[in-house]
């Protein structure tokens, strides 16, 4: 565990050193929870997001884009729950004045006392070596047993505490299981209140009488409200989805974890309207397209698993989220969920506007149910970096640090190097870059040795260099180095674009989805 903390550090501030995330307003010394792209970074991005949006919008035909406003009228978020539910149990510390998530708090605690089990568990396994039998010593370890039984008795006392909203009660068990506040070391808390995770600010000037209006949670909510009118402009047939993505807001208490949460982040989300009834086959369906989505990328099929809600919110009768293995263990990247026709139901009631369907084929009109697939772009950006970044020990002991970033993916596709910054050598190079850089991001480098430029380039996750020597002056060829293997080859420099073109395309990576 402590390996992995080492790794996901050495990401953050590998990040920042090669220009993908940089903390926000940082001369200032930054603002909590808030991060900018760099130049690297932003590419990443576009590039992840173009391969969320062409596979929604090329691959199914039945699903068409919008890009709604981040504001919206402040009823919506009455209708959807978020006013009165969109809700996080908060405590605070009287003496280092910190404040936590009551939620939080509890679930380190389970934590903790897990670790203890791991730790029992691990020696033990030391002590047996071969013979070790983890189930049988689970089963039979005194202080395993008490330390499960603690958590089981937590576990259920906090389940109980959140689902009754009985805030009373989650501040009893931090009391009961003498939990401290990591900063002041005491149990001097307050009591627990519930606080609204959205953000709001005015509209109009204070004189008119401003309206409060708040930044959107989520972007589902701007394809609902537009449901008729993409519907009705496109003269759209159930089944069909609509596919949006676009910053969201929530003022994240426990805001930690780098881009893993954020306050201010980007959702790439589709709603699919199907007939009701036939939810749960479409949940099934893109339940099992989006893993796909995931898995073609090939940063490893066992980094990621399903995790399916027992407890489901009150609106929706299946729901599963897509985990990913961050160096901090596995974490939720997306999650599918089976909403039935509350969003819809629900805004018709508020606006008093009829949102029916009416289906030619059975004759009858209905509130459309609702499929919800919801991705986070920071999420999967950090999925991708932490799934791509290695640091190989090569041959005469030197290490390199290489992000095997997904072809199609990577911010720069192809290097180009004059070996020498002299006899023509930049000039060919540059002749080269002038020819390729319609078809995809190049960089041309000429400072420092090859070698610490292919260092960079790896840093950086670009899949090709080309090196551009004396010969290539007089034989046309170059030697393309490959990133993953560092594996050279001589190339005609006319085959260049097709043969990079193909191997970096986002076309490929969306056939092999198609295919799979
Ligand atoms: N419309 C459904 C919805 O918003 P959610 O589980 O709250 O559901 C969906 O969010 C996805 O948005 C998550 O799986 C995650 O990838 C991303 N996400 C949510 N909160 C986030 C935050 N504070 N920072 C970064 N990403 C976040």
Redesign the pocket.
Known sequence: MAQQEDVFKKLVSHCKEYGFVFPSSEIYDGLGAVYDYGQNGVELKNNIKKYWWDSMTLLNENVVGIDSAIFMHPTIWKASGHVDAFNDPLIDNKDSKKRYRADVLIEEQIAKLEDKINKEIEKAAKRFGDAFDEKQFRETNSRVLENQAKINELHARFAKALNDNDLADLRQIILDYEIVCPVSGTRNWTDVRQFNLMFATEMGSTADGAMKVYLR????QGIFVNFLNVQKSGRMKIPFGIAQIGK?F?N?IV?RQF?????E?E?M?MQFFVRPGEELDWFAKWKEMRLKWHKALELGDAKYRYHDHEKLAHYANAAT?IEFEMPFGFK????I?SRTDFDLSSHEKFSGKKIHYFDPEQNQSYIPYVV?T???V???FLSIMAGSYCEETLEGGDTRVVLKLPAALAPVKLAILPLVKKDGLPEKALEIMETLKFNFNCRYDEKDTVGKRYRRQDAIGTPYCVTVDYDSLNDNCVTIRYRDTMEQERVPIAELGNIISDKVSMKNLLKKIAES
């Open positions: 949670p989520e972007t589902a969201a929530r994240e805001a881009i893993f949460r954020m306050r982040f959702q989300e989220d939720e990247v997306e999650g969920h919800e919801s991705i986070g920071d999420r999967m």
